[in-house]
């Protein structure tokens, strides 16, 4: 008998729309706070390089010399401590999950040279 | 009696999905001893401790189990407080122990749905995980992770939630609320349920006191021992807070301990939902703890006590970071549980302690 118990809920989910989606055909809409990627605006990007020191994993790579900010997607964690720590607030969570690919890559972002009085500000 | 024979269970085994290795000495159909082994997922995470500096630890912390993930970025984080003295903003420490709670629903509704699948009720699996899943989208929507959730910083929270967030929390546990009613009624007055769970993988109280048992596991047997009552945080602005107690210290019991532990949690967040402060999430925290200095804390997690205890040396890399999780106090008890019992409850009884070996290796 102890069997039938669930009945009610299990018949009423023949009624219900179903709790699970059809992926990939439907795709669940991300958040607007879901932590999916790092993005930077390197408009106002300064290369201070705090997000470098304050990331846990090791992902970040701020070259001043060459003028390059690099993050390694592979092996970012998504914490979002480079964003909170970001002086210039160029740092970004993009909601988006961060693309599967077959082979391991750096995304190399070339910063262009801030005018004096756009760094100072 | 038959001979004696070791029977080998695990770390790779149906029931669980945690590498726990049990040898099983069975006379018959009985289980007359049981060698728990572990060790096959040490991943040395204290040692890092070495490596990060004490900001950086924490998003180490929360990767030692994926179920307790927050319960120790929040033991973590407070261990570090007590060492430097950071004083939290009230907001902080709502916020804190609503995700914490959040959590523990969270934990108890994978368990039972575990625990059901285990005795063949697959039916109630799926729904409980169904429920479960809707405790990940409000972490989702909230902190922006689903299971690691790294909200958690020394000094604070990361992010707010705001009225509107919160009353569509508030919501959606009154939605699971009553769909969970259902499923707690099934699970504690089922006959099947009861035939595998009434009387089996006994403890008495005085052995749950002389094994050091903790958590729901030394509730069921009537220990009246719950860090939450301590009232530390915001748990020491709820009106009122009992541990939920059983004295049959069965696998019905512990069944029925977490199926209330979780209304309990929805009690307390509505509650903290309701006299939430205002004001800051989160103080700067600057400097590095002093040479020498030490703290220790505790925590409930899901599973029980979890003893935290760090050191400084002077720099912003701590000495030592030490953590006891329930689980490795639970071992004993439940060796101790598994002798006596029929070979077929073996996996009952091991469920319904609900280990978590990644926790105890760390």
Redesign the interface.
Same mark, same amino acid.
């Given at each position: $008998? %102890? *069997?039938f118990? =669930?009945g %009610? $809920?299990?018949l009423g989910s023949l009624f219900k729309k179903p709790?699970t989606l059809l992926y990939p055909l439907e795709e669940k809409p991300a +958040?607007a %706070? =879901?932590?999916g990627h790092i993005v930077n605006d390197v408009d106002r990007c300064i290369l201070c390089g705090i997000c470098a020191r &304050?990331? +846990? /994993?090791g992902a970040l790579a701020v070259d001043k010399k060459a003028r390059t900010w690099a993050i390694d997607p592979f092996r970012c &964690?998504?914490? /979002? *401590?480079c964003v /909170?720590a970001c002086p210039k607030d160029c740092l970004s $969570?993009d909601p988006s999950a961060t693309p599967v690919a077959a082979k391991r890559f750096e995304v190399v972002r070339e910063v262009p040279e801030q005018p004096k009085e756009a760094a100072a500000a | 009696m038959g001979k004696a024979t070791v029977i080998p269970f695990g770390p790779q085994h149906p029931v669980l999905p945690e590498p726990l290795h049990l040898d099983l000495v069975v006379e018959d159909e009985t289980v007359v001893d049981c060698m728990p082994q572990i060790g096959f997922v040490h991943r040395g995470l204290e040692k890092l401790v070495e490596t990060r500096d004490y900001n950086q630890f924490i998003y180490i912390a929360e990767r030692i189990c994926g179920i307790c993930a927050m319960g120790h970025s929040l033991g973590y984080a407070e261990t570090v407080e007590e060492l430097m003295g950071v004083e939290v903003p009230k907001r902080a420490e709502y916020l804190r122990v609503i995700w914490h709670e959040l959590s523990r629903i969270h934990s108890h509704l994978l368990w039972l749905g575990l625990a059901a699948d285990a005795f063949g009720f697959e039916s109630m699996f799926m729904h409980c995980w169904r429920l479960r899943e809707r405790i990940l989208d409000i972490f989702e929507k909230t902190t922006g992770g689903r299971v690691i959730l790294s909200v958690v910083k020394v000094g604070g929270v990361a992010r707010d939630i705001d009225a509107g967030q919160m009353s569509e929390i508030l919501a959606t546990l009154e939605g699971i609320k009553s769909d969970y009613g259902a499923l707690m009624r099934t699970l504690l007055t089922d006959s099947s349920i009861k035939n595998r769970t009434v009387g089996v993988g006994a403890i008495g109280y005085d052995d749950a006191v002389a094994l050091s048992m903790v958590g729901p596991f030394a509730r069921a047997s009537a220990v009246n021992y719950d860090v939450r009552s301590f009232g530390r945080g915001a748990y020491g602005d709820l009106a009122d807070f009992q541990p939920i107690l059983d004295n049959q210290g069965d696998c019905y019991a512990r069944v029925k301990v977490r199926c209330l532990e979780v209304l309990q949690s929805i009690d307390i967040i509505a509650e903290l939902a309701a006299k939430m402060p205002a004001g800051d999430i989160a103080v700067p925290v600057k400097g590095s703890p002093a040479d020498g200095a030490q703290a220790s804390n505790v925590l409930e997690q899901p599973r029980g006590e979890c003893y935290y205890y760090a050191r400084g040396n002077g720099t912003k890399h701590l000495d030592r970071m030490r953590m006891r999780t329930p689980t490795s106090q639970n071992l004993a008890g439940m060796a101790t549980a598994l002798k006596g019992c029929d070979l077929a409850d073996v996996n009952m009884i091991i469920l319904t302690i609900d280990p978590c070996i990644s926790c105890t290796e760390r």
């Open positions: $008998m %102890g *069997s118990r =669930l %009610g $809920m299990t709790e +958040p %706070g =879901l932590k &304050v990331c +846990p /994993a &964690v998504q914490c /979002a *401590s /909170a $969570m | -």
